[in-house]
């Protein structure tokens, strides 16, 4: 009498399948278990989250370009233009050649020398093209006798870069120049050259034109001249 109650409360719970034994649903496998193609094996892993990382975005070159620190612009880079002038005295010596009485008759003779001139110009970096203008105030003294002369020339050098800060730069200007001159028994030509120092304080150039030697040549008189220089520019 007691077997029959038993036999009902057995057949009442469910027996679970193991691994490998039949089944229809997941119910019907051990808890571990999952029904797979009707068949109890092992549950499969949930799969990890793929976790999404924010990719930062790229700065263009250009861009990066504006953000690096730019080193200072010094006056011999680029273009700019300048104006300035110059004062200068030195010896001179003529040499010349007339006729006197039919007969020809050479002459020489020494003295000194003064001008002053007016300059314009662009500097493409560190070449320089300039054109200077000494409207009368170019005069000769040859034993006491004085001639005024107007002169005009151009100019072109590099000058040759020593030390430079963004306030400060020490250079040595080598030029040469070409252009004539009016005077009061008829014009010639000129040409000359020169090495100096120039100091540069932020836009304003102070130069000094150490070596140098100007030809000037008319029709039976050529004079050579070594004056020595001193002019002061403004940069913009």
């Not at 808890?31 to 990890?48: I, K, Q």
């Not at 730069?169 to 080598?174: D, H, K, Q």
């Not at 140098?212 to 070594?226: K, L």
């Amino acid at each position: 009498m007691l077997t029959t109650p038993l036999l009902a409360l057995l057949t009442a719970v469910p027996v679970l399948g193991e691994a490998g034994e039949s089944c229809r649903t997941d119910a019907d496998c051990m808890p571990s278990l999952a029904c797979v193609a009707s068949t109890c094996e092992s549950r499969p892993l949930a799969p990890v989250p793929a976790v999404s990382r924010a990719v930062e975005p790229v700065a263009p070159v250009e861009a990066l370009a504006e953000t690096e620190p730019q080193a200072p612009r010094g006056h011999f880079t680029g273009v700019h233009f300048f104006l300035g002038a110059t004062v200068g005295a030195g010896p001179m010596w003529s040499k010349g050649s007339a006729v006197l009485f039919d007969a020809p008759v050479e002459f020489s003779a020494m003295g000194a020398i003064a001008q002053a001139e007016a300059r314009i110009g662009v500097l493409f970096g560190r070449f320089e093209l300039a054109a200077e203008l000494a409207p009368g105030s170019v005069g000769s003294l040859v034993y006491g006798v004085s001639a005024q002369q107007i002169t005009a020339a151009l100019s072109t050098g590099w000058m040759l870069g020593l030390y430079e800060r963004e306030a400060f730069s020490i250079s040595l200007p080598i030029r040469v120049r070409g252009g004539g001159f009016l005077a009061n028994r008829g014009g010639g030509l000129l040409a000359g050259a020169s090495v100096g120092v120039a100091l540069r304080f932020g836009n304003a150039v102070l130069e000094a034109r150490l070596l140098g030697g100007e030809f000037r040549a008319r029709t039976g008189t050529n004079v050579i001249s070594v004056p020595f220089n001193l002019s002061f520019s403004w940069i913009f």
